[in-house]
């Protein structure tokens, strides 16, 4: 179930999704208090290349404004439908405590940082609970109703999304799988990861509009697609 509204352009432009479990919303310039916790612990950024700028308030601001100035930006922070009891240290942090001394926890961000490209970050304690499949079940049926489909010829089309994700990381890869996202091909030495070592294979996946053809699988065959934004951009001109 999702709630809608519309853009300036026009266009339906989802604010919230439910879930069972969670509610995703949109992400907004106030959240890097939330996010600070996700993108600063140690186990939820193994696997991405950019971390030390994000261990303070400042460098999650400046992540989140880099993010919010893309024009193909669609990504929602993750808070659990259930509050939490606020504890001492949850007040001295911060949190938005209610009237009932409860909080809703923000748990991970998921979404697309540049259409058609699709990421995703759980705090380290969250994982394994299939928070992260629901999330991602819910955001890719509500994302064709975003994304416009290329038959419409409107900009910013596309029908099929991707993911790259290093090929050692079981959770992300087994989580696409069970989100209907299917392997096309392994980037050799495609990213750089100096925390493992430095260059790194990725397993680039896509999953297609339900419906379509797979028109998208001969450009995931080269590493062309990781330059998306030019593209969303050119359309968009
Ligand atoms: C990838 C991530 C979102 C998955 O979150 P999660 O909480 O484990 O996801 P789920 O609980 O929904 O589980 C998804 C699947 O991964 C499996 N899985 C989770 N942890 C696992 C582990 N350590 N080893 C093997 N499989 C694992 C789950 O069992 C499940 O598959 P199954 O239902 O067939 O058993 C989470 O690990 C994460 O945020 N990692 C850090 C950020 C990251 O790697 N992002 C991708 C960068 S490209």
């Not at 290349?49 to 919010?68: A, F, K, P, S, Y």
Request: charged residues 25%.
């Amino acid at each position: 179930m999702s709630s809608d509204s519309m853009s300036p352009a026009g266009k339906q432009f989802t604010q919230v999704i439910y879930t069972e479990r969670l509610i995703l919303r949109r992400l907004c310039a106030t959240d890097a208090e939330y996010l600070l916790p996700i993108l600063s612990n140690p186990d939820s950024m193994q696997w991405l290349n950019d971390t030390v700028r994000r261990r303070t308030i400042q460098g999650t601001q400046e992540w989140i404004d880099e993010r919010l100035a893309r024009p193909g930006l669609d990504t929602f922070l993750v808070e659990l439908l259930s509050t939490t009891q606020a504890t001492t240290t949850d007040h001295q942090a911060g949190k938005d405590v209610n009237q009932e001394g409860s909080f809703r926890e923000v748990i991970g961000v998921i979404g697309s940082p540049d259409i058609p490209r699709i990421g995703y970050i759980f705090h380290a304690k969250y994982f394994g609970k299939g928070y992260a499949t629901e999330a991602l079940k819910a955001y890719m049926n509500s994302y064709w109703n975003r994304v416009p489909p290329v038959s419409s010829g409107e900009s910013g089309s596309f029908d099929f999304a991707c993911a790259a994700t290093d090929v050692d990381n079981t959770p992300s890869r087994r989580l696409l799988e069970k989100c209907g996202f299917s392997l096309q091909r392994i980037g050799k030495e495609s990213y750089d990861n100096p925390s493992k070592g430095g260059l790194r294979d990725d397993a680039v996946y896509a999953i297609f509009r339900p419906g379509t053809h797979e028109d998208g699988a001969s450009l995931l065959a080269t590493d062309e697609w990781k330059d998306m934004s030019v593209r969303v951009t050119t359309r968009t001109g």
